[in-house]
């Protein structure tokens, strides 16, 4: 009597198919992304040895191309070249693919190229981290990882000072006292959150000033992958002499109309009263 062995799987459609996967554990990949993997031709990765790991927890076995920060024009050209014939996944190392990797230009070119693109949603750092600190989350600006050098980490954190909203950042171990203590410098006065080991064993989000975390995690070196996350500014009535100060500011290098909006923006007060103050001024 012959065994009975289940059906192969119904081949999927030819084009590109983003599929998030798991940022820590492998529990949290979803029966959608599973069910995709298992009926794709081949699979884009930022590191094969990851996305081994990850096929040989869901008992499968596919072509794993590389294609990571070093790919190049040529690179995105033969994949989109072979999504006209065969379904390609592109997945990162760990969560959605497109944030903060480079998969972004894989995807504009495909859809240059009329190659049909399809996204499964999954798990993200940014938005689980975002969740668990307890800051302000109807308005949130993810800006990647935090520059290397204290200069230009300076200079990204004062461009973003003004932004009413929560910052979101992508941050290494061994650079994380440095960026609180530029935190501290730049953004005085904010409240700070650090999530590290997201979903796994040793899972963290500690809140506090960017001086306090600095302190604990001077005595508690961090370890693994961290998302940092600094709340809005407070809301503060901005005065007509503080208005005046921005739109002379303003006004050396914008239109009178353009530094009115710039100013309304920073500071929530009326276009027009300021237009015409502005208009006096100059």
């Known amino acids: 009597m012959s065994e009975e062995c289940d059906p192969p799987p119904e081949p999927l459609n030819a084009g590109l198919y983003i599929v998030a996967t798991p940022i820590g554990n492998l529990g949290d990949v979803t029966r959608r992304a599973a069910d995709v993997l298992r009926r794709c031709d081949a699979i884009a990765c930022e590191d094969t040895r990851v996305t081994a790991k990850l096929l040989r927890h869901l008992g499968l076995s596919k072509p794993l191309w590389r294609y990571d920060d070093h790919a190049g024009e040529k690179d995105r050209a033969r994949l989109i070249d072979s999504m006209r014939e065969r379904a390609v996944v592109l997945v990162s190392d760990a969560g959605t693919p497109l944030v903060s990797d ?19 949603p999954g798990p993200s750092a940014p938005v689980m981290a975002l969740t668990l600190s307890g800051l ?3 308005r949130f600006l993810f800006a990647g990882f935090l520059p290397a050098k204290d200069k230009a980490r300076h200079e990204v954190l004062a461009e973003l000072a003004g932004v009413r909203a929560t910052l979101v950042f992508f941050e290494t171990a061994p650079r994380l006292a440095k960026s609180l203590a530029a935190i501290g410098e730049i953004l005085p006065g904010r409240e700070v959150a650090v999530a590290r080991e997201l979903t796994k064993l040793y899972e963290e989000c500690r809140t506090g000033s960017a001086s306090e975390l600095a302190e604990h995690y001077e005595a508690n070196p961090p370890r693994g992958e961290i998302v ?38 920073a500071t929530g007060l009326d276009r027009k009263t300021l237009y015409a103050r502005a208009l006096k001024l100059k």
Not at 102 to 110: I, S, T
Not at 230 to 238: K, N, R
Request: glycine letters at 4%; zero cysteines; aromatic letters at 2%.
């Open 102 to 120: 480079p998969g972004y230009r894989l995807v504009r070119d495909a859809r240059a190229a009329g190659v049909p693109v399809t996204s499964l």
């Open 228 to 265: 940092l996350l600094v709340g809005p500014p407070e809301e503060q009535a901005a005065s007509a002499e503080d208005a005046d100060t921005l739109l002379r500011e303003a006004l050396q290098t914008q239109k009178a109309s353009q530094a009115a909006a710039a100013v309304a923006r």
């Open 136 to 138: 302000p989350n109807d």
